[in-house]
T-cell receptor, first 112, second 112 residues
Framework: EDKVVQSPLSLVVHEGDTVTLNCSYE??????LLWYKQEKKAPTFLFML????IEKKSGRLSSILDKKELFSILNITATQTGDSAIYLC????????????FGSGTRLLVRP | EPEVTQTPSHQVTQMGQEVILRCVPI?????FYWYRQILGQKVEFLVS????????KSEIFDDQFSVERPDGSNFTLKIRSTKLEDSAMYFC??????????FGEGSRLTVL
């Protein structure tokens, strides 16, 4: 059965800290892995990774995928209170029409 | 930036009543989806829709659920006879050209 496991479940840091969020997965015929940020309502798209070892970067956020070890990490440097959210990892199989399997998320709280 | 829009933002209904949730996807999206998130739980896939027909559906999407795109723009999810356990946030989503899934703001359904 396809599954996505995220760790830690929750994390509390202070502004300026760097955090690393983890996502491991098992999926048949992997196509892609996506990261989302969920604040109050809808998940907001952050990154999509399809190739191993390539880093996607946007400002203070970056992510790498390791297809051999079946995991991805999301890094946030110089955290701000606005980074407080639930970060969701999801994977997609070639066998399914863009159907995503989500992890439970990591709840990040950034204190001033 | 174009958005996936959903209505209503919140609906309260009595058990056994029919509910229709509406979505206006981004015009150049090809695949459309409904996902749901029960409070405190994972985001779960319900159904995908392509070329005016269901492409894939999950075990959750039983005979009580149906989807339509009646006028080529609105995309609807109907729950025929709501149950208490249908209470959740329902997200409409569409797939961009790069395969990324973009979510609407969600419709919160409360079944009493």
């Amino acid at each position: 059965e396809d599954k996505v496991v995220q760790s830690p479940l929750s994390l509390v840091v202070h502004e300026g800290d760097t955090v690393t969020l983890n996502c491991s997965y098992e999926v048949t015929n992997f196509r892609s892995l996506l990261w989302y940020k969920q604040e109050k309502k809808a998940p907001t798209f952050l990154f999509m990774l399809t190739s191993s070892g390539i880093e996607k970067k946007s400002g203070r956020l970056s992510s790498i995928l390791d297809k051999k070890e079946l995991f991805s990490i999301l890094n946030i440097t110089a955290t701000q209170t606005g980074d407080s959210a639930i970060y969701l990892c999801a994977v997609e199989s070639v066998d399914s029409s863009y159907k995503l399997i989500f992890g439970s998320g990591t709840r990040l709280l950034v204190r001033p | 930036e174009p958005e996936v829009t959903q209505t209503p933002s919140h609906q309260v209904t009595q058990m056994g009543q029919e509910v229709i949730l509406r979505c206006v996807p981004i015009s150049n999206h090809l695949y459309f989806y409904w996902y749901r998130q029960i409070l405190g739980q994972k985001v779960e896939f319900l159904v995908s829709f392509y070329n005016n027909e269901i492409s894939e559906k999950s075990e959750i999407f039983d005979d009580q659920f149906s989807v339509e795109r009646p006028d080529g723009s609105n995309f609807t999810l109907k729950i025929r006879s709501t149950k208490l356990e249908d209470s959740a946030m329902y997200f409409c989503a569409g797939t961009g050209l790069g395969g990324e899934l973009f979510f609407g703001e969600g419709s919160r359904l409360t079944v009493l």
